[in-house]
């Protein structure tokens, strides 16, 4: 599975949109890439995932460049609710071991009053 | 009003006894997954099982045995072996081969302490 890097922390204020870039320059070609989210004590949740250029649901967008060495998971107009860890991981999910996620440290994201 | 369950949310034992953990889903999938987290750190896969009566080591699977002998409960036996036991466990599932999805679906949680 492609080894991703992201930021430590990111620190943001209420009714701003947060973009969180995550590298990952090894990417396969039939890698995809997800984004996980985890509030404290609480497993995480599944928020968004995607192959190339642009993928918008109602929690956030993800946006792919066309060499997909990087991706930036965009969250509009957050919330104090939306402080978490959030993860990026890169795997083929059709795959025989597509199941096994890696899990790296991920972005601790801090929204202010 | 499926998902999953892990009990109890918290867990307390002495060194060198061996516990046991509970996960049970309703969601109907066929895989199931065992997670460690430490403070601060990412997750990492203990074990994994694909279908009943079959599962795989993950990368931590020292000191820790699983049980698949049923597709809705995969429980997580802490043993006197790990060094390490205090932690938070989560257990999660998904659909298995042939799915277009990354989507695992996680528990709520156990966290154990060993004293």
């Known amino acids: 599975l492609a080894k991703t890097t992201q930021p430590i922390s990111m620190d943001s204020y209420e009714g701003q949109e947060v973009n969180i870039t995550c590298s990952h320059n090894n990417i396969a070609t039939n890698d995809y890439i997800t984004w996980y989210q985890q509030f404290p004590s609480q497993g995480p949740r599944f928020i968004i995932q995607?192959?190339?250029t642009k993928v918008t649901n109602e929690v956030a967008s993800l946006f792919i460049p066309a060499d997909r060495k990087s991706s930036t998971l965009s969250l509009p107009r957050v919330s104090l609710s939306d402080t978490a860890v959030y993860y990026c991981?890169?795997?083929?999910?059709?795959?025989?071991?597509?199941?096994?996620?890696?899990f790296g440290a991920g972005t601790r994201l801090a929204v202010h009053p | 009003d499926g998902g999953i369950t892990q009990s109890p949310k918290y867990l307390f034992r002495k060194e060198g006894q061996n516990v046991t953990l509970s996960c049970e889903q309703n969601l109907n999938h066929d895989a199931m997954y065992w997670y460690r987290q430490d403070p601060g750190q990412g997750l990492r896969l203990i074990y994994y099982s694909q279908i009943v009566n079959d599962f795989q080591k993950g990368d931590i699977a020292e000191g820790y045995s699983v049980s698949r002998e049923k597709k809705e409960s995969f429980p997580l036996t802490v043993t006197s072996a790990q060094k390490n036991p205090t932690a938070f466990y989560l257990c999660a599932s998904s659909i298995s081969r042939g799915g277009n999805s990354y989507e695992q679906y996680f528990g709520p949680g156990t966290r154990l302490t060993v004293t």
């Open positions: 991981l890169v795997g083929d999910p059709f795959s025989g071991g597509y199941n096994k996620l890696i």
């Open positions: 995607g192959y190339k």
